[in-house]
């Protein structure tokens, strides 16, 4: 098709900065395509999630589209669906449910 290049040729002619950004885009909406996932799973709608929050629904919405969030609104959102964020460490395991502040 005309006007369409293989994704990593246009990856070869970023930057090593313009990489990093796109790499860190990509992670943050794996993120929240799992959150969707999950609260999907759980069978919650964003707005009961967004109530559990006392945040709005449209917040949730952004969450779920991989806007970059800070570890303990993560924690929440995954608590308000009756899960836990846990590290997986060569050490054992390390719950955040005590380590990320409210």
Do not use: C, F, Y
Not at 79 to 87: F, I, P
Request: aromatic share 0%; net charge negative.
């Amino acid at each position: 098709m005309a006007g369409h290049h293989p994704w990593q040729n246009l990856v070869d002619k970023m930057t090593p900065e313009q990489r990093g950004r796109v790499k860190q885009k990509t992670e943050a909406m794996r993120i929240g395509l799992l959150i969707a996932d999950l609260r999907e799973e759980t069978g919650m709608t964003q707005q009961e999630i967004a109530d559990k929050l006392g945040i709005t629904q449209p917040s949730v919405s952004k969450m779920e589209a991989g806007e970059e969030m800070q570890l303990s609104t993560l924690r929440k959102l995954v608590g308000a669906m009756g899960g836990e964020v846990v590290l997986h460490m060569p050490d054992g395991d390390i719950s955040l449910t005590h380590l990320v502040g409210d």
